[in-house]
């Protein structure tokens, strides 16, 4: 089956240390992957994407992403977050149809 | 603004009604996405536009569930005989070209709620 997976539902850290962020995608899943975030109250918005070249992704923010195909993961990485990171984060694939397929969503809680 | 609009941003119906959300995308943009969000999971595809193109009904759940958009722009979810299981946040997405790899702008939402 195609699936994208988020390990963790929560993720709460303290302010300026680095966050990671984790996804796996399943083997059927093609290798067009996306970070996006919804800030509260706000619309869903790209942070990155990685649809081919270095498997580093720089985004928006701050934020990258590392595409490992051996382990069929894109976590999200941040070297130091900010109470303005505070957020849901979505970790998406494209499945055979070319539709976003979905994980489960990531809340960044910024502890002070 | 120049984003995507949604509307209503909350519809709270009966089981049984009918609903209908609205979509505004981002002027110029040919794809248009409707999303479903149930509480705790990730966001379920819907349908897909693309130009004139018939559109991507494969994630629709039942029958009861259609979408149109008129002239390429202006989107309606049309929700036949609600069921308190279609509670849930609706999200449309607009994107400029006709690629899924492009970057998809979302709406706000409709919450809905059926009891």
């Known amino acids: 089956a195609q699936s994208v997976t988020q390990l963790d539902s929560q993720v709460p850290v303290f302010e300026e240390a680095p966050v990671e962020l984790r996804c796996n995608y399943s083997?059927?899943?093609?290798?067009?992957l996306f970070w996006y975030v919804q800030y509260p109250n706000q619309g869903l918005q790209l942070l990155l994407k990685?649809?081919?070249?270095s498997t580093l992704v720089k985004g928006i923010n701050g934020f990258e992403a590392e595409f490992n195909k051996s382990q069929t993961s894109f976590h999200l990485r941040k070297p130091s977050v900010h109470i303005s990171d505070t957020a849901e984060y979505f970790c998406?694939?494209?499945?055979?149809?070319?539709?976003?397929?979905w994980g489960a969503g990531t809340k960044l809680i910024i502890k002070p | 603004g120049a984003g995507v609009s949604q509307s209503p941003s909350n519809k709270v119906t009966e089981k049984g009604k009918d609903v209908e959300l609205r979509c505004d995308p981002i002027?110029?943009?040919?794809?248009l996405y409707w999303y479903r969000q149930s509480l705790g999971q990730g966001l379920e595809f819907l349908i897909y536009?693309?130009?004139?193109?018939?559109?991507?009904k494969s994630g629709l759940p039942s029958d009861r569930f259609s979408a149109e958009r008129t002239g390429g722009s202006v989107s309606t979810l049309t929700i036949q005989r609600t069921q308190q299981e279609d509670s849930a946040v609706y999200l449309c997405?607009?994107?400029?070209?006709?690629?899924?790899?492009?970057?998809?702008?979302f709406g706000p939402g409709t919450r809905l709620t059926v009891l």
């Open positions: 998406a694939g494209m499945d055979s149809n070319y539709q976003l397929i």
């Open positions: 083997s059927s899943v093609s290798v067009y």
């Open positions: 990685y649809l081919s070249g």
């Open positions: 002027s110029g943009h040919t794809a």
């Open positions: 536009f693309q130009g004139n193109s018939a559109p991507d």
């Open positions: 997405a607009s994107s400029l070209g006709g690629s899924t790899t492009d970057t998809q702008y």
